[in-house]
């Protein structure tokens, strides 16, 4: 290489008494579509002469670095940082390198320094065009816990995003330029479209699982109904996807899913669990249903035979102390103690049922109060009793006179009297038994109604005289 000579082509189109001599315009017009679809690209020549014009067009960013600069370590040897300026377009900046411009001059130069340049200085040039609609989607399918069934589901998620590198705000676009070129662009010459997509999907990809089951979580959204909520997730991703790309330069400008799908065999699960509990529930009600017209079929009855719950419980009561024959008439004297006691809380139970008891608790008790003793029958079978008594027509069992229920069965009494004497039934009225002609009851007043004691002239209640 001779003294006059140099190695930039772009040199020796200029030429002058003291030999070539250059004023470079630096900049980047691409020519084909491949050159247009780049993001970064550096500049072919580097070591610039002094005084070259650096031209950045409307939608770029050119990074200038060199280091003319250069601090100095506390030691005194020089260090090793570079200067570096970012200009925003459209611009046309004078670079003052370090570097003569005639190239005798910067041969000597760089013959001291091996062959280059003192003052290396490289130009970046950063597209700033906006990319949208870029598609994104998941590869291996995402674990996300359904809140409703609680049950692990394994979905996949698809949509779209967009980003670029921020150049309106001229306060945040030079330390934007630096982190895209330090932590993406990297050493490269160029940089493509196609790269930084696949970049910005890696980050997506690394972030979207664990932010998308989280927000399921947190939200409780169902995975059946989680397709009326995308974008309510579409807005919280953004939300927290864009600090992560701003710390590689880039300005997030949108995000969406376009579906979240559980795979088949986790939907068809959920939906059969879905349908039993459904089951369930439905069998719950109909049973409930049903008992409910059970008790108003019940309480119908009731209402026909003129008594209530209270007094069908009653009932009960009373026919299983009068079954109760063989405890002696000690227990019979507590069962029926027990029955009046119930008849009196049960006010509701009425005057005949308290009636009932008593006659109940006379018969198991006997003449004198103390019970019928231990070998007596209290149905009276054998053992004469006093006064006419009502057959049970259910079970034949003997009642006191009076009685509407069978102290043995329970049974509604409808026969007629049992004659004192000889024992035989009688016709229900009847005054005098068929059998044997005694009188089945004490003769009544005809004006009051009131029992009348043998060979009574007049009514002890009303004065009426008996004929």
Known sequence: MSLFHSDNPKEEQHSGILGAFSVDNIKWEPEDVAGASLVAFRYPYEDFPNGSYLHVAQSQMAVFTNNLGADSSSDGSAGQSSQVSVFVGPCKIKLDTGDSRFAPFRNVTHSLTGGSSAFHSVVYFINTNYMNELRWGTTDPVLVQDPEEEVNVHVRAYGLFGAHIEQSDPGIAPIQARKFLVKVVGTRGQYSQDELTSFMRAKILEYVPDLLANAITEQR?????????????????AGKL??????????????SFNSIKPFEDDLAAINEMKIQRKRSILEAQGNAAQMDIESEALARKRAREGYSYQQERGMDVMQAAASNEGGGSSQLMGAGMGLGMGVGMGGAM???????ASETIGAASGPSGNGAGSGSDVRGSDAPSEGPQAVCPTCGRANPAGAKFCVECGGKLEAGLVCPSCGKANPSGAKFCLECGAR????????????????????????????
Not at 350 to 356: I, K, N, R
Not at 440 to 467: D, M, W, Y
């Open 221 to 237: 959204i169902p995975i059946l109904k989680i397709s009326a909520h995308l974008s309510d997730f579409s807005a919280v991703m």
């Open 242 to 255: 864009g600090d992560y790309f701003d710390a590689f330069g880039l300005t997030l400008d949108n995000f």
């Open 350 to 356: 009425g005057v005949g049922f308290a009636s009932l």
């Open 440 to 467: 089945l009851a004490n003769p009544t007043c005809p004006s009051c109604g009131a029992q009348l004691p043998e060979g009574t002239k007049f009514c002890p209640n009303c004065g009426t005289k008996i004929r």
